[in-house]
């Protein structure tokens, strides 16, 4: 396992201390988290990251929209077999799950209001999630390698 980079430990307290005072009864969407940019290929993603429990529980419910160049990006403390379901989720997603070194695990396209399992098909720290068929558009499948601060300490 490889440890994360000091950037990102920083960014995932800051989260920690946003994301707790809005952890009351949210039935709206959370906008406020920290950015990170990422990249595929040729494509940069704003990504919000969630890296608490109480934002990574919120997630992107609530949402009626979301530019097709953002996501948000789950970032948990170890490695684990990571499932998402779509609970009060507006937006049809795409999963993607990604291990340390940015390499995308598996990829799922995910159905609004449902409460069915998506998980990785193996232990990962990340999942990304952006609007479902960016990923299938842009030609990206599981092997495809993400590049940015939360994956330079797994290379």
Known sequence: MHPMPSSFRRLIAATALLCCAAAQAQ?????????VPLTLGMYRIDTQVAAT????????MYRREMPQ?????????????????MKNTILPLTAAFI???GTIV???DMQPQ???SHCSTRPV???LEMNQGW???KGFKAGARLAGPPFEAGR
């Open 125 to 127: 720290r990340f999942v």
């Open 53 to 60: 429990p109480a934002s990574r529980e919120t997630g992107l």
């Open 114 to 116: 449902t409460t069915d």
């Open 69 to 85: 160049a953002e996501g948000m990006l789950f970032a948990f403390s170890v490695p684990a077999v990571q499932c998402f379901w």
């Open 27 to 35: 039935e709206s969407p959370q906008m406020d988290l920290p950015r």
């Open 135 to 137: 990923f299938a558009h």
């Open 99 to 101: 291990a340390d070194d």
């Open 106 to 108: 598996n990829l799922a």
